[in-house]
């Protein structure tokens, strides 16, 4: 039983004492105030159960407070907390050769953070030492973090602020297959088709050589002849879960290398750690080996922590100073984050996140064609995006009201999930892999019914 700050003290101080933006943040009309969680559940101070399909964006993925990473925090917390890179400690060694073991060679060297935004920033400098060039690219949409270097390469609007930032990033259009101007039902690598037709003249799909020429435009005319790196996810996330057209990321890769980014970059921040099901890393499905990984989020399952995974050739270059991280690869996190390398393999969680996201973007895919404001279902594992539009004809993006007002409906029935998209016009599910059939079913019916609502109101 709950026994802490009321709900009025919390908001209270939320207001007063808080980042007054986390308050715009909450989303909901009526917030929920969560205390405790355990795998896909979380409980809020009513004593209230909640399916968590959002899982502090895609964090906590082998589930809130699973007892076998639980189990190895205790162990390390009465032992060893931390200590510093001067001396060597056995759960930092253990940890770095063991994430290594499971990176394609030559990706093994390791460097540890504590946040995403660290490992991004630390891989923009460490692409732009390597290759003695500036200039980095992204896509449209994409949220890459909120140090000042990293929010150059993001391009979402709401995480902008007006002074310089980042400079030297240069965004390209996403190769969205969805919202872009070209792409259709078999553009990209995914378990279900999307109901548009391909788009595309000449009897072939053009969505892959369209965006490609973007890209050749963009080296034509907003960038050096060299540059230092091309930073991508496999599957964007706060973008909305955004696939590219099959092929996109190999040959983008092929033509930064050409131009001496001999860094392309990809972050797998939301989509490592088998969250996308047929392959732990979310670069894999595109068949592409970057020269810098950099991981967050599902790394520690909750436990801030962040990596870079390079080469040896790319450190090498990366010795000019010292870099020095007070608590990057601290005793503590290191013992989590081994807990769940060994979790998501003992407990079959990428094999389960295949299964039980497919599924589930499946069912989903029934809904999108019983609704006309279901204009999209994508994704894979369990990295998935639902795009609600006014109309599929339009696909214009169905405005925030709307999409609030079926998110809190949502939430009353018992299940969070999250929103993205450059409209915020996505629903996003990142559940903990642990979820089941079981859960997906009851989602379902929840999401049914929420739009379902939603249309006879409107
Ligand atoms: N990259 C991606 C793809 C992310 O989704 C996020 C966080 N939403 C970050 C980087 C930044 O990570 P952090 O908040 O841990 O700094």
């Known amino acids: 039983e709950y026994k802490g700050l009321s709900k009025e003290q919390m908001l209270e101080i939320r207001r007063q004492n808080c980042n007054p933006m986390t308050m715009k943040i909450t989303y909901y009309k009526?917030?929920?105030?969560?205390?405790?969680?355990?795998?896909?559940?979380?409980?809020?101070?009513?004593?209230?159960?909640?399916?968590?399909?959002?899982?502090?964006?895609?964090?906590?993925?082998?589930?809130?407070?699973?007892?076998?990473?639980?189990?190895?925090?205790?162990?390390?917390?009465?032992?060893?907390?931390?200590?510093?890179?001067?001396?060597?400690?056995?759960?930092?060694?253990?940890?770095c050769e063991k994430l290594a073991s499971r990176l394609p060679d030559p990706l093994?060297?390791?460097?540890?953070?504590?946040?995403?935004?660290?490992?991004?920033?630390?891989?923009?400098?460490?692409?732009?030492?390597?290759?003695?060039?500036?200039?980095i690219i992204t896509f449209s949409g994409s949220y890459h973090g909120g140090s000042s270097q990293t929010m150059g390469l993001t391009s979402n609007s709401p995480y902008k602020y007006p002074i310089p930032t980042?400079?030297?990033?240069?965004?390209?259009?996403?190769?969205?297959?969805?919202?872009?101007?070209?792409?259709?039902?078999?553009?990209?690598?995914?378990?279900?088709?999307?109901?548009?037709?391909?788009?595309?003249?000449?009897?072939?799909?053009?969505?892959?050589?369209?965006?490609?020429?973007?890209?050749?435009?963009?080296?034509?005319?907003?960038?050096?002849?060299?540059?230092?790196?091309?930073f991508a996810e496999p599957i964007q996330g706060m973008g909305g879960a955004v696939q590219y057209p099959k092929n996109y990321l190999k040959e983008a890769y092929k033509l930064v290398?050409?131009?001496?980014?001999?860094?392309?970059?990809?972050?797998?921040?939301?989509?490592?750690?088998?969250?996308?099901?047929?392959?732990?890393?979310?670069?894999?499905?595109?068949?592409?080996?970057?020269?810098?990984?950099?991981?967050?989020?599902?790394?520690?399952?909750?436990?801030?922590?962040?990596?870079v995974v390079t080469t040896a050739e790319i450190a090498a270059s990366f010795v000019k100073a010292l870099h020095f991280n007070t608590f990057g690869g601290?005793?503590?996190?290191?013992?989590?984050?081994?807990?769940?390398?060994?979790?998501?393999?003992?407990?079959?969680?990428?094999?389960?996140t295949l299964e039980v996201g497919t599924y589930l973007i499946g069912?989903?895919?029934?809904?999108?064609?019983?609704?006309?404001?279901?204009?999209?279902?994508?994704?894979?594992?369990l990295q998935i995006g639902v795009e609600m539009v006014k109309d599929k004809a339009s696909r214009d993006p169905l405005p925030p009201q709307a999409m609030n007002e079926m998110f809190e409906d949502i939430k009353d029935m018992g299940v969070l999930?999250?929103?993205?998209?450059?409209?915020?016009?996505?629903?996003?599910?990142?559940?903990?892999?642990?979820?089941t059939k079981k859960d997906v079913d009851f989602f379902v019916a929840v999401f049914d019914k929420a739009v379902h609502s939603y249309m006879e109101r409107n």
């Open 330 to 352: 601290n005793a503590m996190a290191c013992a989590v984050a081994s807990s769940v390398l060994d979790t998501i393999k003992e407990d079959g969680m990428q094999q389960n």
């Open 417 to 435: 999930i999250g929103k993205g998209g450059v409209y915020g016009q996505t629903f996003r599910i990142q559940p903990p892999m642990c979820i």
């Open 166 to 230: 980042g400079s030297g990033c240069t965004n390209v259009m996403c190769p969205d297959v969805f919202r872009g101007p070209w792409g259709g039902s078999k553009c990209r690598d995914s378990p279900v088709q999307t109901i548009r037709e391909c788009s595309c003249a000449h009897g072939h799909c053009m969505a892959n050589e369209q965006y490609i020429k973007q890209l050749k435009e963009t080296f034509a005319t907003s960038l050096p002849s060299q540059i230092a790196a091309f």
């Open 30 to 95: 009526k917030p929920v105030f969560i205390h405790q969680g355990h795998m896909q559940w979380v409980w809020d101070v009513d004593g209230k159960r909640y399916l968590d399909l959002f899982a502090g964006v895609a964090t906590v993925s082998m589930g809130h407070c699973h007892p076998k990473v639980t189990a190895a925090a205790e162990k390390q917390l009465k032992k060893l907390w931390h200590t510093t890179n001067i001396y060597v400690y056995p759960s930092i060694h253990e940890y």
């Open 257 to 307: 290398r050409e131009r001496g980014g001999h860094a392309p970059l990809t972050c797998c921040v939301q989509t490592g750690f088998g969250r996308t099901g047929a392959h732990f890393w979310g670069f894999q499905g595109h068949g592409v080996l970057p020269d810098i990984v950099t991981m967050a989020k599902g790394i520690g399952n909750g436990f801030p922590m962040g990596a």
């Open 108 to 135: 093994k060297v390791v460097y540890l953070t504590n946040s995403g935004s660290e490992a991004n920033d630390l891989a923009m400098l460490m692409a732009r030492l390597h290759t003695g060039n500036f200039d």
């Open 363 to 381: 069912e989903l895919a029934k809904l999108r064609d019983k609704y006309e404001i279901i204009g999209d279902v994508r994704g894979k594992g």
